[in-house]
Every structure is written in C-alpha cells, then in structure tokens.
C-alpha cells in the first residue's frame, strides 16, 4: 500500500551518534521520507567516533553507518549545534533557519 500523509511529516533528529543514527535508519527504512539529522560537529558518530579506540571500534565502521543513513534518503546538516543555532522547542515551533522553515512534527533527541 501506498504509504500515507504521515510518511512524509518532517521529522529533526538532534545529533549524529548511534542513537540519532539508529533512529533516522529505522524511521527511514519504516517509509519516512522527510528526516533531518542535525549534528553539531564537523562529522557523525558522536563518542562512536571520536572516543572509542580504533582497535576497538574502527571509524571505517561508523562512517559506513552514516552513508548507508544517508542512502536511505536521510539528510544531515553538519555544524548545526543545539543550544547556540537552535533550541528543540524552536524546531517544533518554526524549523530551522537554512535547514527548513517551517515547523518539524517530531523532534527526537539522541
């Protein structure tokens, strides 16, 4: 069946770590097609990528995670921090400047 209105809602999901990542991956592969993932470094993967020893967790991994995110039709904005660019309540309210100007009908924060 052809999937509804819902499916299409604008959805923010506030940071690129593997909760952020996880819940953008499922919601896209369940059929939503409007995901943002704003992330307030230069690259995704939260402490997945920046505090867990390479022979432990290599990068290589968490990178392949986010590209197959991305490929799933999921959109990340990089440098966009929470608190200094935005507040979550303000995502509801008006969206995000340059990102999207109207209101997200889900916000979940990672």
Same mark, same amino acid.
């Given at each position: 069946?052809?999937?509804?209105?819902?499916?299409?809602?604008?959805?923010? &999901?506030?940071? @690129?770590?593997? @909760?952020?990542?996880?819940?953008?991956?499922?919601?896209? +592969? =369940?059929?939503?097609?409007?995901?943002?993932?704003?992330?307030? %470094?230069?690259?995704?993967?939260?402490?997945?990528?920046?505090?867990?020893?390479?022979? +432990?967790?290599? @990068? @290589?991994? &968490? #990178?392949?995670?986010? $590209?197959?995110?991305?490929? #799933?039709?999921? !959109?990340?904005?990089?440098? $966009?921090?929470?608190? %200094?660019?935005?507040?979550?309540?303000?995502? %509801?309210? !008006?969206? =995000?400047?340059?990102? +999207?100007?109207?209101?997200?009908?889900?916000?979940?924060?990672?």
């Amino acid at each position: 069946p052809a999937p509804t209105a819902a499916y299409h809602q604008p959805i923010a &999901v506030i940071g @690129a770590g593997p @909760a952020g990542v996880s819940c953008a991956s499922f919601l896209a +592969r =369940l059929g939503y097609t409007n995901i943002d993932v704003l992330e307030a %470094k230069s690259y995704g993967g939260g402490l997945s990528s920046s505090e867990i020893p390479q022979y +432990r967790l290599d @990068a @290589a991994h &968490v #990178l392949w995670e986010i $590209k197959l995110m991305e490929d #799933l039709g999921v !959109k990340v904005h990089y440098e $966009k921090c929470l608190g %200094k660019d935005y507040i979550a309540l303000s995502l %509801k309210e !008006k969206g =995000l400047e340059g990102v +999207r100007d109207s209101p997200y009908s889900a916000v979940f924060c990672g």
